[in-house]
């Protein structure tokens, strides 16, 4: 079994910042590929930013140049930085781990945190 646990999100104003942190447990043998997805009121789950094992990232087209992503390996976490929020990035935001192997095999579902909501708003 893997576990997500994120932390960070809350209320800023237009314009600010904020960081979004996830760490992966269980007995994980190697993670390949983590990320974020955000779901806002009324719309389908959608993806944020992804980075693999090797340090490839990939950001949907609204973040780019604004948020980054970036994973520490060893200790199987990644953190998002978001910098000149907008109000359309409000949203509930949810961590993601897929290709896993764990000490009991490779395990082919996806895997999601609880969510953390991110408010912008003036």
């Known amino acids: 079994q893997v576990h997500l646990v994120e932390s960070g999100g809350g209320l800023v104003q237009p314009g600010g910042s904020l960081r979004l942190s996830c760490a992966a447990s269980?007995?994980?043998?190697?993670?390949?590929?983590m990320g974020w997805y955000r779901q806002a009121p009324g719309k389908e789950r959608e993806l944020v930013a992804g980075?693999?094992?090797?340090?490839?990232?990939n950001y949907a087209d609204p973040v780019k140049g604004r948020f980054t992503l970036s994973r520490d390996n060893a200790e199987n976490t990644v953190n998002l930085q978001m910098n000149s929020l907008k109000p359309e990035d409000t949203a509930v935001y949810y961590c993601?781990?897929?290709?896993?192997?764990?000490?009991?095999?490779?395990?082919?579902?996806?895997?999601w945190g609880q969510g953390t909501q991110v408010t912008v708003s003036s």
């Open positions: 980075i693999t094992s090797g340090g490839v990232t």
């Open positions: 993601n781990a897929k290709d896993i192997i764990t000490t009991y095999g490779r395990l082919i579902d996806d895997y």
């Open positions: 269980g007995s994980i043998l190697s993670l390949n590929s």
